[in-house]
């Protein structure tokens, strides 16, 4: 398994008037953890996009277990665990001192960005990500 730990302090942009994290944000906390966890691998989107594939979400879930207020650091760790093919999925789990206040994942579609048709992905990716993951994982 691959994983990833960033934080982020929650905005008060990010909060509804209550000052508790927006639903809606929390697919935003995927994102950044999705980004650290492909720039961990070696392979962040601009790379993918220099070789010109892209990797949209096409399903995504989110476990709302509690709340993130307004200030408060929410550390995001993402996992992959397993290797990619024409489709990816990420897992998450959100937390606020030391607390998980949502769960989920993403699954993602190798995409070619000329033709815009599923593809499959970089083999230096599924190289590097097959280095990382091991062979006990």
């Given at each position: ?102 769960t989920g ?33």
């Amino acid at each position: 398994m691959i994983k990833s730990e960033i934080n982020i302090r929650v905005l008060y942009a990010h909060t509804d008037k209550m000052g508790i994290i927006n639903n809606g944000r929390y697919l935003e906390y995927f994102e950044a953890g999705r980004n650290t966890l492909l720039r961990g691998i070696g392979f962040p989107y601009t790379e993918l996009e220099k070789l010109n594939y892209g990797l949209p979400v096409i399903e995504a879930h989110v476990n709302y277990i509690s709340t993130g207020a307004y200030d408060d650091v929410v550390v995001i760790r993402s996992f992959l665990k397993a290797l990619p093919t024409v489709r990816v999925k990420i897992d998450y789990e959100l937390s606020v001192n030391e607390k998980i206040i949502a769960t989920g994942y993403t699954i993602h579609s190798f995409i070619n960005l000329i033709t815009l048709k599923p593809a499959r992905p970089p083999k230096e990716f599924v190289e590097l990500v097959g280095q990382k993951l091991g062979p006990e994982d």
